[in-house]
């Protein structure tokens, strides 16, 4: 069973940077499509960012030049660079992993809070 264990997050200032790491088990990062998810309090969940297991990536608008999500495959390590954060970026953060071939996300971590105060 994959695990995936997020950290990083926390509480920045508006137009400051953080970066979220999830550390997974074996070699889910080189094998799998990841992404990074978000929901805020009220809000249903959104994908901010995918990265395919070739490395390919796609972004949410609304994060497009901000945000930047990569992948160490020997450290099985998902990042997300987060830069001009927002208020409106604040949320739990959540990283997820399926196999490519499907459409699902099947593997969720427990989550990594960002808080963005104006």
């Known amino acids: 069973q994959v695990q995936l264990v997020e950290s990083g997050g926390g509480s920045v200032q508006a137009g400051g940077s953080l970066r979220l790491s999830c550390a997974a088990s074996g070699n889910t990062v080189s094998r799998s499509c990841m992404a990074w998810f978000r929901q805020a309090p009220g809000k249903e969940r959104e994908a901010v960012a995918n990265?395919?297991?070739?490395?390919?990536?796609t972004y949410a608008d609304s994060v497009k030049g901000r945000f930047t999500i990569s992948k160490d495959n020997a450290k099985n390590t998902l990042y997300l660079q987060m830069n001009s954060l927002k208020p409106e970026d604040t949320a739990m953060y959540y990283c997820?992993?399926?196999?490519?071939?499907?459409?699902?996300?099947?593997?969720w971590g427990q989550g990594t809070q960002v808080t963005v105060s104006s």
């Open positions: 997820a992993a399926k196999w490519c071939a499907v459409r699902q996300y099947t593997a």
């Open positions: 990265i395919d297991n070739a490395g390919g990536t």
